[in-house]
């Protein structure tokens, strides 16, 4: 069925553009403002309507932000991440639930997507590798959207965080995101990105 | 050095909420209305600037709008997707160098992240995959922003596209990104998402 409910054609101001990308940063340093649980909503919301392969939605995302989780997350994080991530309001853990097609007959009805990943455990870890984190890029693009700045961390031990978050749902963390509202006078220069040349060609 | 030249704290208005998350759509059919060569490195700038991992920038773009490239392309599409990437302005070939690690004593010059990757393919194929992964979501996300429609795809054969466009760079493929003005009175209706208790937990 046609769905005209749509929107395109138009640019984004400069403003939205500036906040999105131009002139957004990584914070490593934050307010004393807190992130509330109906932001942390908002902003899955928005993350849930980015588009996945066959609607798969993958990703899964535990929002750390009680005194008891961050003792435990930080015994996960790597030295050179411990300071930012201990006083950042929220940090998200990035996960996939490696079971993620058991909700396809709901999420793509209209095929047997389920099937395509069924017994095939290394392309199905893939796929959810690949797919949950587009959500994670939209997760830091929709913080930024709500006024929030995001952290993006790799350094962190994922099978430790495992561990002590996810023993029970079998999800498996993939990256640490700090969300809060960023101190930009300890945000430190942009650093260099490739040229049009360098990583793009026109075929 | 701080930067204070950034913005924060204020979320985006709605026009912008909607053409970003809320009713954005993947297109499957297109306007008769081109995409330039400008608006593709528009585009690229604004990927660019988005975070990856020690700013490692492992993203690589062909953007295929030549008719020669179409049909090159067309060979390694999936039967399901040949007749919105036919009729495609342009399409974005999404891969990832696996020699990035060479570009980041210029790209991440306060340390010596080079040597975090040297010698480690099976690790930097990883971070390379999930790094150019987040570039990929970064352009649908630029894309919207900057008026256009965006239709990821996952079905194509990605050894017949490197060998295709990416033998000389070694770049390795992994995913499709359609992009142009979409023909919304061909959007299918949304399908169903998570909700927040499925895919979240606060911790």
Redesign the interface.
């Known amino acids: 069925?046609?769905?005209?409910?749509?929107?395109?054609?138009?640019?984004?101001?400069d403003?939205?553009?500036?906040?999105?990308?131009?002139?957004?940063?990584?914070a490593n340093a934050w307010q004393d403002r807190p992130v509330t649980?109906e932001t942390?909503?908002q902003l899955?919301?928005?993350v849930?309507?980015?588009?996945t392969?066959?609607?798969q939605?993958p990703?899964?995302?535990?929002?750390?932000?009680?005194p008891e989780?961050r003792e435990?997350l930080l015994q996960a994080v790597s030295a050179g991440n411990l300071e930012k991530t201990r006083t950042a309001p929220v940090t998200a853990v990035i996960a996939y639930d490696p079971q993620f097609y058991e909700?396809l007959p709901?999420?793509?009805?209209h095929a047997d997507a389920k099937s395509w990943f069924t017994g095939k455990p290394e392309f199905a870890e893939r796929?959810a590798?690949?797919n949950s984190?587009?959500?994670?890029?939209?997760l830091?693009?929709?913080a930024?959207?709500?006024?929030?700045?995001?952290g993006?961390?790799?350094g962190f031990d994922a099978k430790k965080t495992d561990e002590l978050?996810l023993a029970e749902?079998g999800w498996k963390s993939?990256?640490l995101i700090n969300l809060g509202?960023?101190d930009?006078?300890?945000?430190?220069?942009?650093?260099?990105?490739?040229g049009?040349n360098e990583?793009?060609?026109?075929?």
Request: aromatic share 10%; net charge positive; charged share 20%.
């Open positions: 069925m046609p769905d005209t409910n749509v929107t395109s054609t138009e640019r984004l101001d403003t939205a553009l500036d906040r999105l990308f131009r002139r957004a940063r990584t649980d942390l909503r899955y919301d928005l849930s309507l980015g588009p392969s066959a609607n939605l990703g899964r995302f535990v929002f750390v932000r009680s989780g435990k909700q709901r999420l793509f009805p796929s590798l690949v984190t587009l959500q994670a890029a939209y830091i693009l929709a930024r959207s709500l006024g929030l700045d995001a993006p961390m790799g978050f749902s993939t990256m509202y960023g930009h006078s300890k945000t430190f220069d942009r650093l260099p990105r490739l049009f990583a793009a060609v026109l075929a």
